[in-house]
């Protein structure tokens, strides 16, 4: 009899269950970001389109908060201490960094980013202008063009998410 039971328990021991297949459906695209300056998440990001419409209902000395989403265009190529952020084909922000505390990678064109900060409307002199072209290697005739001042779309990021590729 306890032979019996034994054989019985040993028996159904080792049955195998078999769990019910789940199926899932969902996609979900996780993003791994490298950070810079103040830690920020990429939950409630605008996309640069909603941006263009905000720079364009501002005046020159209006500020808004704001996160947003774009690929950068370009990048200082001395030090990484601005970007350009394009928010449609012919329209982009300048983006600095808050008191000059984080700088980017020099290889970040073309990687995509979420920066939180301040947008506002800006109007920069001919000195600056001609000072972010030497940033950027224009050659000196290209500098020498810059002649009058120009309204520009600026943001002061305090944090910035760069997507690992």
């Known amino acids: ?3 019996s039971l034994l054989a019985i328990f040993v028996l159904t021991a ?14 979900t695209t996780e993003i791994a970001y ?31 908060s704001v996160k947003f989403a774009s690929t950068i265009k370009e990048v200082c190529s001395k030090k990484g201490c601005w970007m350009k952020l394009p928010l449609d084909n012919e329209t982009e922000t300048m983006v600095r960094f ?11 064109n073309g990687k995509e980013v979420i ?13 600056e202008l001609q000072h972010y072209a030497k940033d950027a290697g224009k050659s000196a005739e290209e500098i020498a ?4 001042p120009k309204r520009v779309l600026s943001f002061e990021a305090d944090g910035v998410l760069l997507a690992k590729k």
Request: proline fraction near 3%; hydrophobic fraction near 45%.
């Open 1 to 3: 009899m306890i032979f």
């Open 34 to 64: 490298e950070s810079f300056g103040a830690k920020i998440s990429s939950e409630k990001a605008v996309d640069a389109a909603a941006l263009l419409a905000t720079f364009n209902s501002l005046k020159i000395g209006d500020t808004v």
């Open 14 to 27: 080792c049955k195998e269950v078999k769990k019910p297949a789940v199926k899932d459906n969902s996609i």
């Open 145 to 148: 063009k810059i002649t009058t």
């Open 115 to 127: 920066v939180n900060g301040i947008a506002y409307l800006k109007e920069t002199s001919v000195d």
């Open 98 to 108: 808050k008191d000059y505390g984080f700088f980017m990678p020099l290889d970040a």
